[in-house]
C-alpha cells in the first residue's frame, strides 16, 4: 500500500518540470500532473485514505486515462469497501469500456451500500438491459421509482423493458406516464409514437403527440421525425 503510494508520488514529480518554456498550466499532461501534486502531500501522511485515492481516479478520468482512474477507484474500495461513490465510478467506467459484467457487479456494490440513491438502481437497470436480464432489470428500474416516483429516465427505461420484453400495454403506460411528468422529455414522445405505429392503428392520440413534438422540439431529429410520420400518416 505505501509502495503504491509512493508510486503515484514519483509519477508526479516526473512531470513537474519545465518544458520548452511551456508552464504546468499550459499542458494538459502537466496540469494533469500539477492536479496530482496537490494530493500527494497528503497522500505521504495518508497512505491508507481511500478518498485520497478517490480523488486521484477523479483526477485521471478527468484527463480521459480510464484505466488509472479505475485503479485507483479499486483502491479506494479496497481500502474502505463500503464506498458507494468509488462502486458507482467503477460502474461508469466499466460500462465505458463495455464491459457489462464488471459494471453490473460495481453497481450492486454501490446498491449494497447506497440503497436509497436511485440513480444508482437506474444505473443498474440500464446494465442489466443490456446484458437481456430483463426481468432483473424490471426489478432495479422499480426499485429506483419506489425511491424516486418521478425519476423520468427510469419511467422510460422501464418501458423499454417492457416493450423488449412484450408486455405492449405496460410499455405504452409507461411512456405515457413519462411524458405526465415531463412534458418535455423527448424520447418518451418517440418510444410512444412508435409503439402505438406498431400497434398496426392510426389513432387520433399518435397524432396529437407528432404535433407536439413539432411545436415543442422543432428543430431537432425529434421534430423531424414527427414531421415526416405525420406526412406518412396524411399520405404525403
Request: proline share 3%; with cysteine.
Amino acid at each position: 500500500m505505501k509502495r503504491l503510494a509512493s508510486l503515484v508520488v514519483a509519477v508526479i514529480l516526473s512531470g513537474c518540470g519545465e518544458n520548452g518554456g511551456d508552464t504546468a498550466q499550459n499542458r494538459p499532461t502537466d496540469r494533469m500532473h500539477h492536479d496530482l501534486a496537490k494530493v500527494s502531500g497528503e497522500l505521504k501522511q495518508q497512505p491508507n485514505s481511500p478518498l485520497l485515492y478517490f480523488e486521484i481516479g477523479q483526477i485521471y478520468e478527468r484527463y480521459g486515462l480510464i484505466d488509472s482512474a479505475l485503479a485507483s477507484y479499486d483502491h479506494s474500495v479496497l481500502l474502505h469497501e463500503a464506498f458507494p461513490e468509488a462502486h458507482q465510478r467503477r460502474g461508469d467506467l466499466h460500462f465505458h469500456k463495455q464491459n457489462l459484467e464488471l459494471s453490473a457487479a460495481a453497481y450492486e456494490q454501490a446498491a449494497r451500500f447506497a440503497p436509497n440513491a436511485p440513480q444508482v438502481h437506474n444505473n443498474l437497470g440500464f446494465v442489466y438491459r443490456r446484458q437481456n436480464r430483463l426481468d432483473e432489470a424490471i426489478g432495479a428500474y422499480e426499485r429506483a421509482l419506489a425511491l424516486d416516483s418521478l425519476m423520468v429516465e427510469a419511467i422510460n427505461n422501464l418501458g423499454q423493458v417492457y416493450r423488449e420484453s412484450g408486455d405492449i400495454s405496460s410499455a405504452i403506460r409507461s411512456f405515457r406516464r413519462a411524458i405526465s411528468v415531463d412534458a418535455d422529455f423527448r424520447q418518451a414522445y418517440v418510444n410512444l409514437t412508435k409503439m402505438l405505429a406498431e400497434e398496426g392503428e392510426q389513432t387520433q392520440e399518435e397524432r396529437d403527440l407528432l404535433e407536439q413534438m413539432v411545436s415543442r422540439f422543432d428543430p431537432s431529429r425529434e421534430a423531424d421525425y414527427a414531421r415526416s410520420r405525420l406526412a406518412e400518416l396524411d399520405g404525403e
